[in-house]
């Protein structure tokens, strides 16, 4: 059962792959600012306290404990765990979570094509490697500090492993495909579904039908295994988290990821809809990859694989998947990262066809990949990379000014809602609250639980969402300017908790 390859000469390998890694270095020495800052932040807070704490991959913790361990219920910290590993070589650095995101980023490129290769020939696959090297998403994401780069590399290595093992390799490519299945899972839980159907697919398909491959024990240890030890980490993680009160809220009530009424509305499907056409596939990628879902015509399936299928079901389960929790993946745009493993190969098999048509189309193709790269880069430049520089940035102007007024063990109460960038940027562990919380008991409160200082902004409340005039920044101001040393000179601002302290 297996491909085809296309004729001609062959493609070079080394170029997807330095094109994607050059992208994805670009301002590799970036601080924790930017675009998700919070989910960096609580990663990188995460690799630091393992380096900095013991190696304890069992107990991560986090900076907003207050006087606490700061242990949390967390999704399985195989990313945080890599990087403290260098941190312990090479010292606490950014770019090298960063280096480690880059390089699980450009091994997915290379495992992209060789999908590509697989279902739809030598030329696709490559193209296919080509769009994951250079469209936002990925390319973003796989330099991020947080495990989105290693889900994908896992996801990756899982659906292209399944697919050797199927066309008759041996045992220890399903078994690496399990591992890597598990894997991910472990460390995002959705893969389940969204990787999960599609190798189940595969699965059926290439053993002649749910009946015969159902009688197969590998059926059921497959999906069960990776089921018991996901299980088994989310149950230590919810121990975790009702020992210290810390969770990034995967259960209850107040997770705030499971709104199904959103699903009724046009404006969830309308928005998933616009991000993707522009995040995800920089606009210019989306006519290429409606004519890679085309089917093929009568004599033109040669190099295509009987079970390309799998790759438009694997868009399907990515949007299945992300509506079981619409809150989560409305707000996170890295939830739709997933669909680039199954689009791109089809985009390659887009262009190829493109490609394949008469000498306009074919002059055409090339204008359409060129505004795409151009799209791309500038939806690179303007939305992600020129949030993350230090210059005016109000978080990194907080976080300086925590460090020089503070001792290094020293416990600070940040008013920057729930984000954790500041306090990640300070080095410091404490409290993350919101301005109103500041009362007279609460600052007393805050005195006796340990808290040294203060600290906060008058220009954003988060670290991305601007604090607005009123009479609440009014109120803040008044009390900042009523303790010692008195009103700062610039928008930041670092309270010492003392006797003399007084309280709004």
Known sequence: MGVSRSKGHPLPLWLPLLIGATLRLVQ???????????????????????????????????????????????????????????????????????????????????????????????????????????????????????????????????????????????????????????????????PFLWLGAPLLWLWARGQGGWVQALRRPIAWLYPLGAAAVTALWYWHARQLGESSGLSFGFWGGQANRYTWSDLLGFSYWGELALRVAVRNLAVLGVPLLILGLLPPRAGSAAGVHPLVRVLPLGLVAVVVAGALAPETTAVHEYYQLPLMLFACPLMGQGWVRLRSGSIGWRRGAWAVLSLMVLVSLTILGVDYWSRERITGSAAWELGRQIQASTPEQARVVVMSGPDPTVLYLANRKGWLVTPEALSEQEAAAWRRKGADAVAGSFAVIESYRPFPDGPEKDRLRRWVCAQPPGCPSGSAFVVPLNAGTTAP
């Open 28 to 190: 590799i020495q970036a601080p924790i600012l930017g675009i998700h800052s919070w989910r960096q932040a609580d990663t990188a807070a995460m690799a630091r306290n393992f380096a900095e704490q013991g190696m304890r991959f069992w107990l991560p913790q986090i900076d907003w404990g207050g006087a606490g361990s700061g242990l949390v219920e967390a999704e399985f910290p195989l990313y945080p765990y890599g990087v403290a590993l260098l941190y312990r070589l090479f010292g606490v650095h950014e770019w090298l979570a960063r280096g480690l995101s880059v390089l699980c980023s450009v091994l997915t490129i290379f495992l992209v094509i060789r999908i590509g290769r697989r279902l739809l020939g030598e030329r696709a696959g490559w193209w296919g490697g080509i769009f994951y090297a250079v469209l936002p998403i990925p390319v973003f994401y796989g330099r991020t500090v947080q495990p989105e780069a290693l889900l994908m590399l896992l996801a990756a290595l899982a659906l292209e492993r399944f697919l050797v093992w199927l066309e008759g390799g041996r045992r220890s490519a399903v078994l690496v495909s399990w591992l890597a299945f598990s894997g991910a899972c472990l460390v995002k839980v959705l």
